[in-house]
């Protein structure tokens, strides 16, 4: 496919909320899990844009149409004593991958963590996504095998928390 030189990023603003969760679920449909969004708009806009939001989003567009999105937050490293920028999620739509736009995402990501000056730009792949892991090969970024995502969630995280 032909490289888009037409592709701009922007924060995402409240109205962006019915996008950001087409794309929500269009990224759990990729990744095998279409039936574990449980969010709507009203919760994008009160967890996304309210005066104590701790995440934030951006969307990429070819010209005028939204073709992808990427939710982030600052996270703290306590070894370099400094903020890290964390990508929880990015996504580009199956008709516009391979024209270079998961890549201006993730410099403009870049380019975040450097003017908020972090230490650190992270995120997870699925172990299976052969083509993403390629790709953030190919920018130069390096696994971290050494590390194990521990979660708690739902019932035990409720069951925990109240023991």
Same mark, same amino acid.
Not at 4 to 33: C, G, M, Q, V, W
Not at 77 to 97: I, Q
């Given at each position: ?14 109205? +962006? ?7 929500? #679920? ?25 005066? +104590?939001? #701790? ?12 073709? =992808? ?11 370099? =004593?400094?903020? =890290? ?14 024209? =270079? ?9 870049a380019k975040q963590a450097l003017a908020k000056d972090c230490g650190r730009f992270e995120w997870v792949v699925? +172990?299976?996504?052969? #083509? ?12 971290? +095998? ?18």
């Amino acid at each position: 496919m032909k490289a888009i030189d037409n592709i701009s990023i922007r924060a995402a603003k409240p109205e +962006d909320a019915a996008t950001i969760l087409h794309f929500i #679920t269009e990224l759990a449909i990729y990744e095998k899990e279409p039936d574990a969004v449980k969010t709507d708009e009203q919760a994008i806009v009160n967890t996304l844009f309210s005066a +104590d939001a #701790t995440a934030h989003s951006i969307i990429c567009f070819d010209g005028e149409q939204a073709i =992808g999105f990427a939710v982030y937050f600052y996270n703290y490293s306590t070894w370099l =004593g400094k903020n =890290g920028l964390y990508l929880e999620d990015l996504y580009v739509s199956h008709h516009s991958r391979g024209k =270079g736009a998961g890549k201006k995402i993730m410099q403009y990501l870049a380019k975040q963590a450097l003017a908020k000056d972090c230490g650190r730009f992270e995120w997870v792949v699925l +172990d299976w996504n052969k #083509t993403a892991i390629d790709f953030y090969d190919s920018i130069g970024a390096t696994p971290q +095998d050494e590390w194990i995502i521990y979660r708690l969630t739902g019932q035990a995280l409720v069951d925990f928390a109240e023991s």
